[in-house]
Nanobody, 112 residues
């Protein structure tokens, strides 16, 4: 059974940092690209960052470039998202994805 479990989301003030983590089980972790997505209330789910299977290649949405860093540890089956200089517009449920599988999401709320 494939499982992706996110953690680390919480309420923070603008300017703070958070680190989200996703632990995967039930599939070959090191063979697939992964990504972080987010969905704000009333909006579509959008990609935030992507990382290649090896971790050598990354991509970021313009809205988070320079503030967020995606990383993975294939030995530990974990995917992380370091989020710095958080803004109220970063408020959303954040999802870990390894196609076609999704985690259940973790809520990030940034207060102004």
């Amino acid at each position: 059974q494939v499982q992706l479990v996110e953690s680390g989301g919480r309420l923070v003030q603008a300017g703070a940092s958070l680190r989200l983590s996703c632990v995967a089980s039930g599939l070959p972790f090191g063979s697939r690209a992964m990504g972080w997505f987010r969905q704000a209330p009333g909006k579509e789910r959008d990609v935030v960052a992507r990382i290649s299977w090896s971790g050598a290649s990354t991509w970021y949405a313009d809205s988070v470039k320079g503030r967020f860093t995606i990383s993975r540890d294939n030995a530990k089956n974990t995917l992380d998202l370091q989020m710095n200089s958080l803004k109220p517009e970063d408020t959303a449920v954040y999802y870990c994805m390894m196609g076609p599988y999704w985690g259940q999401g973790t809520q990030v709320t940034v207060s102004s």
